[in-house]
């Protein structure tokens, strides 16, 4: 398998919720939006870091309120944000938000209206970004240049990329969504599901990515503080699950919520999924409290496992901190840490299995070493610093010996027995 790198962002939000005044469409003002030109700053960001990926997927909120303007502001945006990233317009992947429906139209068609006149304009609720020409529209034009194979604007609400060693599956979570909804939470359709069941096909290679992007989360969202209640899972996502796991799909990335996370799932308690929870790449947050920040995540796909059919890895967070611009993701405050690896034994008693002999025969010399001279170590890169100390320390106490840790150049330990001096 080639390595792979997916640019991961979510909730754009182009208009009056972006953070910055080169985000907003030519004419419109935002509350929060400051002149610290946004993007030029990212690609100053990418540049330095010397950052780049094949595919760039966007997980919906595209607009603020669904406006032409917005649309086409957004493609010019996430076209220079691609070019940043030396991605080429034909490996940009999206889904549509709830905030890129035109509740301003289907507000027309109130309880008064006839059934035609409602009929009418809940068609409409996708004309300001499907009746202007922007990136988006181009990027989901079945049988073109797109490459794509689906409808995300009507029924079944659902389409696929296919392109060489990687199938992106998208699902439109929020095409139920109307002003009125108290909570604008995702919703599959049963046409949804049947027709991804139906249409995808299977692996063309052992070897082949398969990642489902859709807006809304199937899984609730836990990292959202104490008072916090989460409203807006979809419904229905457990069958979707079930086709996922049918299709052998690796990878869930999904936007919304715009508090970041990232876990391994399983699924029917056999099938391992990754998912992702972008959070949100440039809308003002000034209302969570300085809790959570914008963020940029790239997801390195390395191979996939012969033994156990996972697909191993790592992911790199970024976060956004004004005035100090893109910094290393810190836990504290995002919840995800800047570097984690995936696609390892699923839990530490695993890795306790694969590390404890060889850590054994190291400290039977009774001379310091560290855990970089274990080559069984070099499955460390492919778990959770939690799993990996979790296990170092279970061994540790086992073995009788010492440990001190260190984080850099990256994430070791040093080992004797009795007491290091």
């Known amino acids: 398998m080639t390595t ?9 939000h182009i ?37 780049t990926a094949d595919y760039l997927v966007i997980a919906g909120d595209l607009s603020c309120k669904a406006q032409p303007d917005e649309f086409i502001h957004a493609s010019t945006v996430m076209s220079r944000v691609a070019n940043i ?33 409602q009929d009418l304009r809940w068609r409409q609720r996708y004309d300001p970004i499907t009746a202007t020409e922007n990136l988006f529209i181009k990027r989901t034009r079945s049988g073109s240049a797109s490459s794509f194979t689906g409808q995300l604007f009507d029924l079944p609400y659902a389409g696929y990329w296919r392109h060489g060693g990687a199938l992106f599956a998208a699902v439109n979570s929020a095409a139920h969504d109307r002003p009125a909804e108290e909570n604008h939470h995702g919703f599959i359709r049963h046409e949804t599901i049947e027709w991804l069941r139906e249409n995808v096909p299977p692996r ?43 299709l052998e799909f690796d990878i869930v990335l999904h936007g919304h919520k715009h508090y970041p996370r990232f876990q391994t799932e399983l699924v029917a308690s056999d099938h391992p999924i990754l998912v992702l929870g972008a959070g949100s790449f440039c809308a003002s947050l000034n209302g969570y409290g300085g809790g959570v920040q914008n963020q940029f995540h790239l997801l390195t796909i390395e191979g996939r496992s012969g033994e156990t059919g996972r697909i191993f890895g790592e992911l790199r ?95 070791s330990a040093y080992f004797r027995r009795g007491s290091i001096v």
């Open 317 to 411: 967070n970024w976060a956004y901190v004004h005035p100090l611009g893109w910094t290393e993701n810190k836990k504290v405050y995002t919840v995800v840490d800047h570097l984690i690896g995936f696609g390892g034994p699923l839990n530490w008693r695993e890795l306790v299995a694969v590390l404890q002999q060889p850590i054994r025969a190291m400290s039977a010399s009774g001379q310091i070493f560290c855990l970089d001279q274990v080559p069984e170590s070099k499955q460390l890169r492919y778990v959770s610093t939690e799993t990996a100390r979790k296990a170092i320390e279970d061994i540790a106490r086992s073995e009788n010996l010492d440990v001190t840790w260190v984080d850099e150049p990256h994430f």
């Open 204 to 246: 063309s290679e052992e070897e082949e990515i398969r990642c489902l992007i859709l807006h809304h989360h199937l899984i609730p969202h836990g990292n959202l503080g104490d008072e916090a209640r989460d409203f807006s899972t979809c419904q229905n996502g457990d069958r979707l699950l079930e086709v996922v796991r049918q």
């Open 4 to 12: 792979s790198h997916i640019a991961v962002i979510s909730d754009i």
């Open 85 to 117: 990233l030396n991605v080429t317009d034909d490996k940009v992947m999206y889904v549509p938000g709830n905030h890129d429906v035109d509740w301003a139209v289907l507000n027309l068609a109130g309880s008064t209206a006839g059934g035609a006149t």
């Open 15 to 51: 208009g009056p919720l972006a953070r910055s005044q080169d985000l907003l469409p030519p004419g419109v003002n935002g509350i929060s939006a400051r002149d610290e030109k946004f993007i030029l700053q990212f690609e100053k960001f990418v540049q330095a870091k010397k950052i």
